[in-house]
């Protein structure tokens, strides 16, 4: 069992910064490959990042560039910082992890980007 908790969501004007935590339990972090996604209102949850074991990072469009996903193993802890936030980046932020052929979820912190 995993538990994941997101923190760092807020109000933000265009053009700003907010960096989200996830913390994980486990004693096995470091190996975990850490995902966060997220869902806009009326919209599916869509992937925005992910970080693995060996620090390789992949990023969808959207965010390439702007976003920077990372993982302190000993904090047990995953990162997004997000800089020059849009609008359109106003969601329900969740960080993911799957161990074991499960998907664990948190429940998610809500960024509204102001224009």
């Known amino acids: 069992q995993v538990h994941l908790v997101e923190s760092g969501g807020g109000l933000v004007q265009a053009g700003g910064s907010l960096r989200l935590s996830c913390a994980a339990s486990?004693?096995?972090?470091?190996?975990?490959?850490m995902k966060w996604w997220r869902q806009a209102s009326g919209n599916q949850r869509e992937w925005v990042a992910t970080?693995?074991?060996?620090?390789?990072?992949n990023y969808a469009d959207s965010v390439k560039g702007r976003f920077i996903i990372s993982k302190d193993n000993a904090k047990n802890t995953a990162y997004l910082q997000m800089d020059y936030l849009k609008p359109e980046d106003t969601a329900v932020y969740y960080c993911?992890?799957?161990?074991?052929?499960?998907?664990?979820w948190g429940k998610g912190t809500l960024v509204t980007v102001s224009s």
């Open positions: 993911h992890t799957g161990q074991n052929g499960m998907d664990y």
């Open positions: 970080v693995n074991s060996d620090g390789w990072q």
């Open positions: 486990g004693s096995t972090f470091n190996i975990y490959t």
